[in-house]
């Protein structure tokens, strides 16, 4: 069996730009300079650049039992593509930083990058640069460095949702956390389309410039829960959010979702599951939502004035307790 | 004494961002968006951004009981700042990356943000995003990406080294590769510039975009040693490399190196020595250096047409050993 201590970097770097350039053909408009040289050079059409960053660490972020190099690579990518989403732009390069245990076996490594390599494909988004070293045994982390270009568009913050808005979804909620569930029950990594979710999921990140188009006043991505993360729009608009419990339940929670967790637990997870990476905006009212191209939006709440109890989020107008759920449905 | 364990993630966050707010003021037209939103937004006014990443290990990269979180931080910035100032850009806006062990002290943490934030300072690029995860006992990975902006200037590739130009050098060689051989020989962390080189160095990055105002028809850091990067421009360029052993014993090798490693390793580190991040350049014939601003270039070989053995880098005619100086000095 072949491990990462058998091969030097440059060798196992041969190995790996293939994997990245195959999938993704860069053009040398786009991508002036690629991997290899002291630094990637990216076009910047719109005049600024959009970054973000974000990691996986074995153990903690993900099980090898559960998750193949493969969906690690996906899952990475994709937590970064929905924030490049979040912002309204569109992701034009990627970089990619691996630290692992000399031990790590080289077809895990490469595995990891075909997932990498195949969601990148999905987003013509090209891998341009990033760094290999070595770890302590057992480690591995993956840290991924998402950019993308807003193609003249203006940056939809957190900080712009107004009351009156109306809050709406592209995508699924809930998936992911339930996936996450049912794989602590004991499911195996392939049992079913909420499991798939959770360890490698697709969120709409097309639809992030499509809200931005619209006139999103606030967009965010789902990555913590979907009143967690809308938690931060309120607070940084200085708005309340309240959410309609029926919409969620009917739209969110019903169908694979409720007949693998039941009914409290999938409700749950639709209010407080994390890792969805579906994107929420804030769109003023009248806003024709139903023409938009790309995954549906779903209405489901409504922003308004901040009361004494200041920025918050409600489901039907109570303030769901930690467990999401449970206070929201009552006794 | 307080560990990652007793603070939230928000909580970190609180104490990390004014370290980064405080040491470089963001202007709105620099970062029109800064930490704390889904991303980051960057001017780009060249129209094109470049992108770097790179990452230290606790036991691989550093050690504890040499370096402190403040050299880290310096370090691993100083690293990628290198690598934008060789393709002849200015840097625009760092990203940082952190997983630690919940154990880890908050006052290491807070000591890595401020050497990441006087850096940033020093190349007034300002920390615009970033991710904290948890890792496994032990470990602290550190992962900063670097991007910058060409203000209009054409990257200095590793391919464009033509027969006829002159090698030169502009910053230090073989103090970081000496200061660690003064560490493993017991030295302390403050001893002397040496040690201080290798832990926390400064290499003059201001010279990547001097360089290619100059005209460099290529430009890489010193990252693995002189005689090793400037193989890597030797094999991309299709070009021999000679190297004037005299120029590189009494400019670079005498002085502090040879009194404190003696003749043999002071020329070893100077060829061999890695983590210097100076820059080397090639350049037309003809080109006044003397002339350029900053740091000063010393000239320290030619390039030449690729013989029959194929792209490669001499000194004084002879290919260097492993070891690079043995063979180079000879009996």
Known sequence: MERLRDLDESALLARLFPL???????????????????????????????????????????????????????????????????????????????????????????????GIAATAADAGAPVVGGDLSSGPAGVVVVTVTAL??????????????????????????????????RLLAGALPGADELVRAHLAPRPPWESGPVASDAGASALVDVSDGLVTDLGRVARASGVA??????????RFADGPLTAALGTTEALHQV?????????????????????????????????????????????????PDARGWDHFAGP
Chains 1, 2 share one sequence.
């Open 271 to 319: 209010l407080a599951g994390g890792e969805e990476h579906s994107l929420v905006g804030c769109f003023p009212a009248g806003t024709d939502l139903a023409a938009l191209p790309g995954e549906p939006w779903v209405v489901v709440g409504r922003v308004g004035e901040v009361g004494p109890a200041g920025p918050r989020v409600t489901v039907d107008g109570v303030v």
């Open 148 to 181: 993308g270009d807003l193609r003249g568009r203006r940056p939809v913050l957190r900080s712009g949702a107004r009351a009156g808005d109306v809050v709406a979804v592209c995508g699924s909620l809930g998936r992911s956390g339930g996936g996450l569930v």
């Open 241 to 250: 959010v309240d959410l309609d419990g029926r919409v969620l339940r009917d």
């Open 20 to 114: 990245y350039e195959d999938a993704v053909p860069r053009s040398p408009q786009a991508v002036p300079v690629g991997p290899g040289d002291d630094a990637a050079v990216l076009a910047a059409p719109g005049g600024s650049v959009v970054a973000t960053t974000d990691g996986m660490v074995r153990g903690r972020d993900w099980r090898d039992e559960w998750s193949s190099g493969h969906d690690v690579g996906v899952k990475v990518t994709v937590q970064n593509l929905a924030d490049v989403a979040a912002m309204g732009a569109v992701p034009t390069g990627l970089l990619v930083s691996l630290v692992a245990d000399p031990d790590t076996e080289v077809s895990w490594a490469l595995d990891l990058a075909r």
